[in-house]
């Protein structure tokens, strides 16, 4: 039988489904959750861990096929990818759980049928392992697994026992953690004695197939392991190794998962075929090292597919960064094969091809994608070009060097010599140069960056009640809460109303250990039977209020959910309260009704986004009381003209008065709905919240706009958001994009702030054009609209339009101020020389050379002049000398430098404003009173040298001046 991939996945799917009652759960993002990391999802469990945890689940027997991606972190293949036939960034895992339902025994059962019977691999290829024990934990050997397998009918000399790096599995040093049994396959057919010693030695000749883990532990921060009160299977195989099991292929390139996009790539490239040589990034051999870059192009042009499906961009930032550095990996592999632009785009419908029936969200974008991609490639490639310009200009300054040392490496990389140059770029043009890098200087430059950069943030990760205390309250059967109450509120006009409700104290939390009461001063967490108060989810944050008890007070910091328990986080402001107390809750009623017309105006504005800008991701939002921050993907750039049309779109929503609907839905239905909204990263429960706006669009027919999965609580109808204005952008030209806005009362203001800067900005324009305004009152008043734009929330177009403006004004104060200062500067020496007796001026002034020159080249029928600025510790001389006096032999330059030797470090130069040393000539140096005092001895003693040698000479007045 052929089997072909996607037979091979879809029979693993329907053998889990019909035969043994899975359900068939969608593989999950590969984007983590936020609380996640900043890595890709590398695992098909990444979705279920809230169920190990101890949250209920919603199906007890589940299947899927689960993308995957390893970049970075703790499993990262891709310096290995191209070098070998079998790793990739890329994968897919086919997977099979049971949660609290079925065990070890119906689990190996499963997979041995599936194996054997189903895909018809030989038994006796197939090689099983489970968990030794360890003496130092005293945990036994899990010979239950062992014997279940012998009665399956695997013999003895196929069975092996290994230790806790191969066959036991945790989440992490605390939590949910088990023995596991792995099913391994003898790819070279050998007896018994020889395979079963290559399982777990590192070997491709006996390979892991299938991997089963049995959650039955929990392990505590102390290391003890405590049972779970449920047990779980969580088993995973990779695909893209069955796939080459079953294809008889000894390459997983050489399946049909791969081999199609290599014949596109054959057919793209000028360089020799495909002949699946191995070899190193350093290989020498030229075959080998087109293979690898075969081998790089078609894992990575399948991974960056798999990622812009998801709405991932290439840019700066963690998974952006990672996505952008594997494209460039990918052109650079394209350039070994000689490949035109345009290679990587070009392959992307055969990865539609091969993966768009088992992920859809592929084939919804293809072009989109490939424009993506092109758009990278010419980024890149530019970028090339530019650092080879940088490199060079570099190494003129550093000469010939063999060596880079880290500083000079930092210096290319930071821009010092033109634009900033990637490190890998740096590494490969200094290769191609034969000159060598200090790699660990490098990495202690870059470690120091980020230490820099972390001391600029601020952490605060909240911490939750500990896992052994959730299961206590499990065990005692307390009972989850229901909070279904933060739903009930009523409104009439705009005005809104969150009534009381009375619940009981079921559990005390006091520094992670349950307790029977608090007093007052102290911290604890409170778990209710029903609350109203809102817990932190889906950006919003939690609700502040009271909890009023007939004996205490207390003060609701923080809320938060934890396997189904509201826990109220509290401070006890008086009094003691004791488990088991009737009590009233009492919610912040402006605080939550801030956060619901924060959240509501949230949808508006991801709405009206997409609308203007098309393609539009939410990749996050920040919901609190006084403003909503929103963070987004899409590939074009956000200008002030898109602004303006979102916040127009915007304010026409409000205006209608749009009716917000919540309703309750089955998850799998509600993702079918025509334009809804929801995040890829986000784990939604079976059942969901919808809220949508609905509004009359002529006579009696409604129209839906927003509709979005959304468990946070909302104004009830749009007109109560009043207004919302767009404060802030970060990212406008970048692949992430955030916004920041403000709604209600601070939008009417900051629109009244934008108002009053305007008129300032007005009034400005026109104290200009008065003569009796002097420039000093306009810097001031320049000062105060300075002060305006940083303290005052302004609309983020107005701000710019006012700030445009603004920046002209300031352009013509300055051109007064300058004509001001030179009109005063002019008559300052115009007096020197209408008051000083004698034949030339030698005087002290504040100037700058540039408006001192232009004076002097102003003034008519002027003497010489020499002017000392001795404010600064290297003072400056300027002796400039009028043309008729040039004419008879007195020239500045010579004048100028017999008194240089007067001056401690002095330097004469000419002037950039006047280039004629005859005319004007200057001099630096350690000038003082009496340094001038000596220059004036010899500047007078020069003058008169040179007087003595002319004929009589007359000034403008007829004096005799020789």
Known sequence: ????????????????????????????????????????????????????????????????????????????????????LCHHTFFEMLGSWSFGDYFKKEACAMAWELLTSVYRIPPSRLYVTYFGGDQQLRLQPDHQSRDIWRDIG??????????????????????????CTEIHYDHTNVPPDQAIKLVNSGSNLVTELWNLVFMQYNRESNGALNALPE????????????????????????TDLFLPIIKHIEKYSRAAGYKGQCGSATDTSHQAGLDRAYRVISDHVRTIT??????????????????????????????????????LSNLIPSVIESLGEAYPELQHYPQHFQDIVNAAEENYRQKITNGRHCFQRALQKYGSVKRL??????????????????????????????????????????????????????????????????????????????????????????????SSIRSNVLQLVKDNSL??????????????????FYSEAGGQVSDKGTIKTGTGVIEVEDVQTVAGYVVHRCFVSSGVIRVGDLCTLHINQDYRFGCMCNHTATHVLNYCLNEVLGDVKQQGSKITPTKLSFDFTCLGNLTLKALQKIEDIVADIIKNGQKVLRREMMYSDAITLSHVRYLNNEMYPSTVYVVSFEHNASGDRSEVTSVELCGGTHVHNTRDIQDLVITSVSGAQAATK???????????????????????????????????????????????????????????????????????????????????????????????????NGPFVLDFMQFRVKEIVQVLDSIPDKKPIILFNVEKKIGTCICYVPQDYQLHGLVADKWLNSMACKVRNSQCFSSRYNSDTKTVFLMTGSLDIDTVDQCRTVAQLHFQQWASTQHTMTNSDNKDIS
């Open 515 to 532: 307790c029977e009461s608090v007093e007052g001063g102290e911290r604890c967490d409170v778990i209710l039977d029903k609350t109203q």
């Open 306 to 343: 798999i990622c812009l499906a998801e709405g991932l961009l290439p840019g700066n930032d963690d998974l952006q960064q990672k996505l952008r550095m594997l494209m460039h990996r990918a052109f650079n592999a394209a350039s070994d094969l000689k490949s035109p632009p345009g290679l």
């Open 1 to 84: 039988m052929r089997w072909g991939s996607k037979h091979i996945r879809q029979t693993f799917i329907d053998f889990f489904n019909k035969q043994h009652d899975h359900v068939i759960i969608p593989s999950s993002s590969i984007i983590p959750k936020k609380s996640d990391g900043t890595y890709f999802v590398n695992a098909g469990m990444n979705q279920f861990k809230s169920i190990f945890l101890g949250h209920p689940a919603t199906h007890r027997r589940v299947v899927n096929s689960q993308k995957c991606v390893r970049i970075g972190g703790k499993h990262n293949d891709l310096d290995d990818v191209g070098s070998d």
């Open 738 to 836: 955030n916004l920041t806005a403000v709604t209600g009362l601070t939008a009417k203001q900051a629109m009244i702030n934008a108002t009053r800067v305007k008129d300032q900005i007005v009034q400005l324009e026109s104290d200009i054009g008065n003569d009796e305004v002097v420039s000093d009152i306009l810097l001031n008043l320049e000062t105060n609209i300075e002060r305006c734009f940083t303290d005052l929330v302004l609309p983020k177009v107005k701000r710019e339009q006012l700030k445009t403006r603004f920046d002209k004004v300031k352009v013509k104060i300055h051109q007064k101020r300058n004509k001001d200062e030179k009109n005063d500067l002019y008559q300052k020496v115009k007096n020197i020389l209408d008051t000083t």
């Open 405 to 498: 040392t880290g500083d000079q490496v930092w210096e290319i990389h930071v821009g010092r010599f033109g634009d900033s140059v990637s490190l890998d770029l740096i590494a490969d043009l200094a290769t191609e140069l034969h000159i060598q890098v200090d790699e660990e200087a490098v990495i202690v430059k870059m470690t120091e960056k980020k230490e820099r950069d972390a001391q600029g943030r601020i952490y605060t990760e909240k911490t939750v009640i500990p896992s052994s205390i959730e299961l206590i309250l499990k065990h005692m059967g307390v009972p989850i809460t229901d909070d279904s109450y933060k739903y009930l509120y009523q409104s009439e006009n705009g005005v809104y109303e969150i």
């Open 231 to 254: 047990q779980h299977v969580d088993t995973g195989m990779g695909l893209e190794r069955l796939t080459a099991l079953l294809q008889n292929k000894k390459s997983n390139y050489d």
């Open 154 to 179: 695997v013999k003895d000399d196929h069975l092996l026992p290994c230790g806790m790096a191969d066959n036991f599995w945790d989440m992490g040093d605390t939590g949910p953690c088990g023995p």
